[in-house]
């Protein structure tokens, strides 16, 4: 949901990038909005809306396809012999496109300033905006809509913008679910999508009666900014609303895309790629900005601000679910702790490789881990995370610049997510730009200036792939 800024003491911003950049120079952006809040009242008749939207979204994804199209390499181009846990190829390659007249060794040979003032910092590494950024939004892929419409009649399309990324840069759907409880069990989905339909045939006897309550509810739709009762909504018909695994797809991901609820003006708004909830029960920050410290603090935040982009005025018009901490909230959060990460049979107990199962190349990649490349810095074995904040000061590669609506300015602290299994979760960096994890060693190689060899990258990548 759009909120207006004003254009008095602007921020000017330059296009430095040209085309690249996927805009015109002399865009200007406000650094402050006229207002924190939304409109409550919906003057406008819903019918008038529908309309409107509908008929401006081909122009809408145009745009933000030429971008994707600009940035990316969007070819289905698998990876021999790699794929993710329940068999769906993992994408090799860099995807992010060079601008004219670069390198990757001849950008990583040059310094952030000479690369920020030559304007050649690659546009794929900068952060990506929402398909429709001023509108934003969640936004769920085709695949994981037609199963919930086939198994609910839930229908979650939105009639102004449809899911931007191709299939094959996504997780794999419907994902396994592992537990920490049950290893012996394997994957107890049964191949199946987890909705209401199934969770109690799937779980009953695996789960006890207070972690199936916390499953019931964490597949129950609520409403939710854009998918609820309301005029102000962007489905065709009312809404019965979203569940948290409508994003959580079986305690992990499927890609899906929102807006951060915790910055404004909307052009200042980070897009956020859902993460994987497995491992949550060794994770200790949580929220967008990560200050919720408890996975039962994240539970509660989601339902009360996060599915109303932080507007609480705005949640008690759409119908906000205010759920019981005692109860509730610890029941979901305890299922939530059961998620584990994919099998990993190359790692011993530590996290390290098994000198007796490792490639060369693999065994060369962790080495590079600890050591040349840095990744270790912040993501330690044996789940590589140290549970912190990091700031990459990515921005002081590039000029800030308003694209599709949102401005290219600096990140902020990110979270160490953990690395393990992490070639189930494409695409990568919180907003999704990264598609691969090649692009990913790009992108630090870079940020970290650690000047890494072709051969040291795919060793790398190598590793990360068996983690």
Aim: hydrophobic share 35%; with cysteine; glycine share 8%.
């Amino acid at each position: 949901m759009r909120v207006s800024g004003s254009r008095s003491a602007v921020l000017t911003v330059v296009a430095c990038l040209g085309l690249w950049a996927g805009g015109a120079a002399g865009q200007e952006v406000s650094p402050r909005g006229k207002t924190s809040y939304m409109p409550v009242d919906q003057t406008e008749p819903f019918s008038e809306v529908m309309a409107r939207m509908k008929a401006d979204k081909p122009k809408v994804e145009a745009r933000h396809q030429q971008l994707l199209v600009q940035r990316y390499d969007l070819g289905n181009k698998p990876a021999s012999g790699v794929t993710m846990s329940k068999g769906k190829p993992v994408q090799e390659g860099v995807r992010v496109k060079l601008p004219p007249g670069v390198t990757w060794d001849s950008l990583a040979a040059m310094s952030p300033e000479a690369i920020r003032d030559k304007g050649v910092f690659p546009p794929g590494l900068m952060p990506l905006p929402h398909p429709n950024h001023p509108e934003g939004g969640m936004l769920f892929p085709k695949f994981h809509i037609n199963e919930i419409k086939q198994q609910e009649g839930r229908d979650l399309t939105r009639f102004d913008l449809d899911f931007d990324l191709p299939d094959h840069f996504l997780p794999e759907f419907p994902p396994p679910i592992f537990l920490t409880t049950r290893p012996d069990l394997g994957d107890v989905s049964q191949g199946k999508l987890v909705t209401l339909m199934n969770v109690q045939d799937l779980f009953n006897g695996i789960l006890n009666p207070k972690q199936l309550e916390g499953l019931r509810l964490l597949v129950t739709p609520f409403p939710q900014q854009q998918f609820n009762q309301t005029a102000d909504r962007r489905s065709e018909l009312p809404s019965r609303g979203v569940s948290c695994f409508d994003c959580h797809v079986n305690g992990h991901t499927n890609g899906a895309t929102h807006l951060v609820g915790d910055i404004r003006p909307q052009e200042f708004r980070h897009r956020i790629e859902t993460p994987t909830l497995r491992g949550v029960n060794i994770q200790r920050l949580f929220g967008s900005q990560r200050a919720l410290k408890t996975v039962e603090d994240f539970t509660e935040f989601e339902q009360r601000a996060a599915y109303f982009d932080g507007d609480p005025v705005i949640a008690t018009k759409k119908g906000v679910n205010i759920l019981e901490r005692g109860s509730q909230v610890h029941f979901m959060a305890e299922v939530e702790e059961l998620f584990d990460f994919p099998p990993a049979p190359k790692l011993r107990f530590d996290g390290k490789l098994d000198p007796k199962k490792a490639t060369p190349a693999e065994a060369r990649g962790q080495e590079l881990f600890f050591g040349k490349a840095q990744c270790s810095v912040c993501h330690t074995a044996p789940y590589y995370t140290d549970n912190l904040m990091h700031n990459l000061r990515a921005e002081r590669f590039y000029k800030p610049v308003l694209i599709n609506g949102e401005v290219m300015g600096a990140d902020g602290p990110i979270k160490t997510f953990p690395l393990r299994g992490i070639r189930d979760s494409p695409p990568y960096l919180h907003d999704g730009r990264l598609l691969t994890l090649e692009d990913t060693v790009e992108f630090f190689n870079l940020i970290l200036e650690t000047r890494l060899t072709a051969q040291e990258k795919k060793d790398l990548v190598a590793f990360m792939r068996v983690l």
